[in-house]
């Protein structure tokens, strides 16, 4: 090949940088033509990837075995509310903005099972905070108890930490998922009695729904007397249930005292 003169090689190089050929892929040049037109045989089988016959299977995670094994772990309410936080099976954390583990006093004669966080409890973290919050606070101060009393103490927690989307109703599944957790909650913080709020706790610990036929009745859950109220939440939307709530707050008092 006859060499070029630098104008020659100039135009060609410039008309190379306008067809987009702008960078330089080896320090020496190769001349395609010189290349066989079909590759070893033996060099295609190793550029051929593996491919296996049939779908591949992935392993499916047994969640509520993995709930139970995370919660039967824990020896401690702390040791509790780190498993929880770490479980990533459950959906709901993804939309959650914090989880909700309790509020009140540890060790409390009363624990209170509400049902799912709502927004505010959502921002805050805490159960049973905003107007139906407030609302329960003022139920459990008209019998000489409350979250932060160190004579006459409350524990409260929830049967989902983590809040459903745009506050639907916890679905079945979630409920049997994270159970485990609930009933070693119960076993860790030991109360003497327990106080089931809204047809979803009920759902969870009697397998039970119809809040306002178990209401005044007990029953039992993990080997606890297990009062059954309706939620503070169903009491301002039905003013006139206050008269029942606080006949069953008379019926959890005398229990405690007895």
């Not at 066989?36 to 047994?62: F, I």
């Not at 993995?66 to 498993?83: G, M």
């Not at 979803?200 to 007990?218: N, P, V």
């Amino acid at each position: 090949m006859e060499s070029l003169d630098f104008h020659t090689a100039r135009a060609l190089l410039d008309w190379q940088i306008e067809l987009g050929a702008d960078e330089c892929i080896s320090d020496a040049a190769i001349d395609r033509y010189a290349l066989p037109d079909r590759l070893p045989k033996a060099a295609v089988k190793e550029a051929k990837p593996h491919l296996t016959k049939g779908p591949v299977k992935m392993e499916k995670r047994d969640a509520a075995a993995e709930a139970q094994q995370a919660a039967q772990s824990a020896t401690t309410l702390e040791e509790l509310r780190q498993a929880i936080d770490a479980f990533d099976l459950c959906d709901l954390k993804r939309g959650a903005r914090n989880m909700v583990f309790s509020d009140g006093i540890a060790g409390a004669p009363v624990m209170i099972i509400g049902e799912a966080p709502g927004r505010e409890e959502d921002r805050i973290g805490k159960p049973f905070v905003g107007a139906a919050g407030q609302l329960l606070d003022r139920m459990f101060g008209a019998i000489g108890m409350g979250r932060g009393n160190a004579d006459a103490p409350i524990y409260i927690t929830n049967t989902l930490p983590w809040r459903p989307p745009h506050n639907r109703d916890p679905k079945p599944e979630e409920i049997a998922m994270m159970k485990p957790f609930l009933l070693r909650h119960i076993e860790l913080a030991d109360p003497k009695v327990l106080v089931v709020m809204g047809n979803w706790a009920c759902q969870a610990l009697f397998a039970k729904r119809g809040i306002t036929r178990l209401r005044g009745h007990w029953a039992e859950a993990v080997d606890k007397p297990a009062l059954p109220m309706c939620h503070p939440a169903y009491l301002l939307r039905n003013p006139a249930a206050k008269r029942e709530a606080w006949s069953d707050l008379l019926m959890l008092k005398a229990a405690v005292d007895k």
